[in-house]
């Protein structure tokens, strides 16, 4: 609970530089920076462009995450990418509720059931064979898949390709205003979204003011999030088939979000004076909460780094495993993406997938992406037979 009788206490800060504060290991290692200020205490300071607060507690996450009266997102980091700056994203309390409720039986659990056979479809017509990078792979399916699940395949591929790709580059690229083609988007989903198809989940924007803005960030927030995630998930069942099987498939999903959770960082900014665990924060404070970091929280997570399925057959810390946030303001689009990572990884595990090198490491930018190519091998279906029976239940260790 939040109170505001207590003293306010001065925060742990990382190391800093003098002139940009901490805005310059923001830019080049943010995860090391993260880990380093995790080091200090559950709650610590950093000075960006704004001062910020950053914590990681269950009871962290569900002050900032529950109070949306307090905690709003407009001007939230989220802002600062032409990706995200608009629709819901930016939407604060008391508005937001109103809008989420509209769009919400669209991309409730129940209402997606049907596209499975849909994402089937176009996974199955592109099974790679031979040595394949995961990362680009997932990232070329899931334009594939937007363009089906979202238009009915209606959509100008090249300009879907275009428009997205910039979020699979370093920093600063997804950051760069580019008017030229979100002009040119904005004209194609008008047109979309006029002549939507049965069926499509554009039918869902066709009847909300602004409907254009929020198609156009519920498609740049489903892409590179699920397309790092997939890779992800392809990697470790590469790892060890076992995790394939149907009934452990959620599990390897769960584990696979907990280690690597594409939205990394969060944050809103802070609307009037609140404290907890004695810690004060005033108005117009950055206050950051990190997946990142309370995922691999070992007060919360048991040996943190170990890529371990089977512990999601126990209880979850409440308030602790938030992949895709949590309360009011969870991702619209959290079905969808675990439907899209459980029918794909499905396909993939009919077997014959191996690793064949790469690169594991992480790369933080708008999502928490692989640092570098994660190569595997499909064996074509007359190979399948000479491979090996699958492994049992090993645990890797995950490196940061």
Known sequence: MARTDLVPVTLPSPRSQRAVGHLGRWGTEPLELLDEGAGLGPVFSLRLWRRAVVGFSPAWNRLVLGDLATFGSRGSMSGLTPYLAGGLVQTDAPAHRERRQTLNPAFHRTALTDLAPRITKVTSGRLPLGTFDAAAWASDLLRELLADLFFGGAFPRELLRRFLTPLDRRLPAPFLRRPRLFHT???????SLREARPHTLVEAFTEIDGGVDEARVALSAAYDTTAHTLAWVLWHLAENAAWGQPELLPALVD?????????????RICRRPVTLDNVTVQPGTLVMYSPYLTHRDPKLWPEPLRFRPERFSEPLPAW???????????????????????TVAAELAKGGLRRAGGCPGLRAGITLAPAGPLLLDRSPPSRLSALPEPRGMATGVVGS
Do not use: N, Q
């Open 185 to 191: 988007m904005d004209a194609e989903l008008t047109r």
């Open 255 to 267: 584990e696979t979000l907990r280690l690597y959770p594409a939205g990394w960082v969060g944050s």
């Open 320 to 342: 602790g495993f938030i992949p895709f946030a949590a309360g009011e303001r969870t991702c619209l689009g959290m079905h969808l993406a675990r439907l899209i990572l459980r």
